[in-house]
């Protein structure tokens, strides 16, 4: 599992829905108009997703491989956020994003770059 949050002074803060439905919208298959009720995305590479979205995260419970690694590291530079694997330690698109994480997730954290070879790398541990 992991979460997309974007923290400032140690708190989760809401997102920019707007920017989050823009994001998925080419690759949504189904959602309510809000998507808070999930939303099933299919990438071009064929895998389907659900995604739970509230105000504050965008949460993936099984993630396929490729493409939706590309969709998350374009959300997740699109809203300045960062990504919480359950399993491993919390990844920053900058070095600056450590600042704005909780105490106790900073000194674990990692910068990994942006994108969705990279995010797919880190987090299945290749």
Known sequence: MLFVLRYRNGEPEPLDMELVREVLEPYIVEADEDLMNGVLMRT??????????????????????????DVLAELVGRLGASVLPMDRPTIL?????????????????????MT?????GFISGS
């Open 44 to 69: 071009a590479d064929g895998y389907e997703v659900n995604v739970d979205v509230n105000e504050v995260s965008v949460g993936v419970n099984r993630f396929p491989p490729g493409q939706f690694f």
């Open 93 to 113: 698109r900058e070095e600056g994003d450590r600042a704005h994480l909780p105490e106790t997730a900073q000194e674990s954290a990692v910068v990994v770059q």
């Open 116 to 120: 969705g070879p990279a995010l797919e």
